[in-house]
């Protein structure tokens, strides 16, 4: 079951990258490149072909933002400020409970450890350990480690604040190119986040109760600044510093202008190949982002060196399962070590690490592998490399195969055969 789960996950990442890849180095070979005024796109959007382009963001499409957007009509001299995006950010100093499980010979051992924080949604202190719940009394040792850390008057955190919240914000249009190519549809700007810096908030300004301004005069606060107490809200203010931005995508026509969609390649129904399997799938699509002027190779390397990381992550992943895996089955069926000699003194002697079901660990070991290297060896099957590894994979099973007990069960630590078997002894 875990051997097979385990061949599921790499198949499936291997056909992910595969795809992924294939999808990217297509819309590498394809693509048309756009000038900055837009000269081509109109060619490139009528044949359903990428484009790459590198430019400056029109500065004219940007919002005027201040904290009436955020709800904070009576603020509004707090900040004003220009930009593409804007992020509000609300937390909540709180307490938190960390459990930690820990394996004793009597059976598994839970610590709990408290500490406070901020936290930009509601942390549930219902069911802490240390905490008096209405039927059950709290565990002594906890309640006083939750006594020391969130106070010995604490008996749970208060509700998040309903009306605000943590979001972001942009403009209506954001464009670039006169105008011309509207990237609105990249509403989501997680790309643009290592891109953002704080807003300053102006000295003096007028604030509604019952917040003040922090001592760095970056943030809203509803505690003191000498102090902070469990509930204080902390309102914070990001924008956008991003200027120019690079994207390989699919231009698609929307009234005067071009917005920009994941493209993918329309195949032939009659011409089918073994890519087609990565057809329609997110895999194949591609749309791709820097917040900076970079070129159509670098925009790729970045994003391939991305996917190669989740994968080797993945992997790593696949192998701890197996790991867990092959032990379980050591643990619950122990070995037998079986010589299947000749019973002469002067046989050559071959040993089986053999469980009690008859099964020898290495012939386990080894379908185990070969079926992780035939899933992924199918997954590139059109490669060169994928079918080497199917005719490597077939020649383990082989093996694997070679290895199996047919001459007698080995579940008693006998077994019959032509020849004496005898149970290696000590």
């Known amino acids: 079951m875990i051997v097979a789960l385990v061949a599921f996950l790499v198949v499936f990442q291997e056909m992910a990258m595969k795809c992924h890849s294939h999808a990217t180095m297509r819309a590498v070979d394809l693509h048309a490149e756009i000038k900055c005024d837009a000269r081509g796109i109109q060619d490139a959007a009528a044949q359903k072909k990428p484009i790459f382009f590198a430019c400056p963001l029109d500065n004219t499409s940007f919002s005027q933002w201040g904290p009436s957007q955020f709800g904070f009509a009576d603020a509004t001299s707090l900040f004003s400020v220009k930009a593409a995006w804007v992020e509000q950010e609300v937390v909540m100093y709180q307490c938190m409970e960390k459990v930690t499980a820990m394996a004793h010979k009597d059976g598994v051992i839970r610590l709990y450890s408290y500490s406070m924080g901020w936290f930009n949604e509601h942390v549930s202190s219902e069911g802490f350990n240390g905490l008096d719940g209405r039927f059950v009394s709290a565990n002594a040792e906890s309640k006083a480690k939750l006594q020391e850390a969130c106070g010995a008057s ?6 998040f604040p309903e009306k605000i919240k943590t979001e972001t914000k942009s403009a209506q249009t954001v464009t670039v190119a006169s105008g011309k190519i509207d990237i609105s549809s990249l509403k989501e700007p997680v790309d643009f986040h290592f891109k953002m810096q704080p807003i300053s908030l102006a000295q003096g300004a007028k604030i509604p109760a019952p917040y003040k301004q922090s001592a760095d005069g970056k943030a809203l606060v509803t505690c003191s600044q000498e102090a902070t107490t469990l509930g204080c809200i902390r309102i914070s203010y990001k924008q956008s510093t991003v200027e120019s931005i690079s994207v390989l995508a699919m231009p698609v026509k929307k009234g005067d202008s071009f917005t920009l969609l994941p493209w993918h390649e329309q195949r032939n129904p009659a011409q089918p190949d073994d890519t087609l399997t990565c057809e329609d799938t997110v895999f194949s699509k591609v749309l791709m982002v820097s917040p900076v002027i970079e070129t159509v190779t670098d925009i790729v390397k970045e994003h391939l060196s991305s996917g190669f990381s989740q994968q080797i992550l993945t992997w790593g992943y696949c192998a701890l399962g197996a790991m867990i895996g092959f032990s379980v089955m050591v643990v619950y069926f122990p070995a037998v070590a079986v010589d299947w000699g000749d019973g002469t003194e002067d046989s050559e002697e071959f040993w089986y690490d ?73």
């Open 354 to 426: 053999v469980n009690k079901s008859g099964v020898p660990l290495g012939a386990v070991t080894l379908f185990a592998a070969m079926t992780v290297l035939g899933g992924v060896s199918y997954a590139r099957r059109e490669e060169l490399t994928g079918k080497v590894g199917l005719v490597a994979a077939t020649i383990g099973f082989l093996a694997g195969l070679k290895l199996w007990p047919f001459s007698g069960r080995v579940g008693d630590e006998t077994a019959t055969s032509s020849n004496p078997t005898r149970t290696k002894s000590d």
């Open 154 to 159: 604490f008996k749970g955190n208060p509700p």
